[in-house]
């Protein structure tokens, strides 16, 4: 149902060494670099059928992360998350929330991690495994 997901940031480099770092955990390579007519980059990672852009904003104002929003990037394995946490951390990210762990929720038992980027947007990595 979902082509891509983008994100704006205020600092294209900065964004492209955390996200590098972070989405190599799950499985995503260099991205496609994208210069528009106006001068503005965007990053493509692409991975598994899904595409996470990283975007200077095209209407020339600053990006501002969404309050509410969260990327949740799918891992194939509880310690899969424990390392997209600690690598987000490394890279400059922040953790937020609970430790990465086991919870329980309404639908069942998952591991999750949540870190925010380098330009507040909210990350979670999920494993929902045995």
Known sequence: MIN??????N?????KAFYDK??????AGEPFRNVTEGGKTRLFYSHGGGTLAVSEPLDGEAATCANGFTLGFKCASAEQVKQFHDVAVE?????IEDAPGLRSGA?????????RDPDGHK??????GA
């Open 123 to 128: 990350l979670c990595a999920i494993y929902r």
């Open 4 to 9: 891509h997901v983008m994100v704006g940031t």
């Open 11 to 15: 600092d294209i480099d900065r964004a």
């Open 91 to 95: 890279a400059g990210g922040t953790s």
């Open 107 to 115: 639908m069942g038992p998952m591991h999750l991690a949540y870190v």
């Open 22 to 27: 972070v989405l190599a955990v799950v499985g």
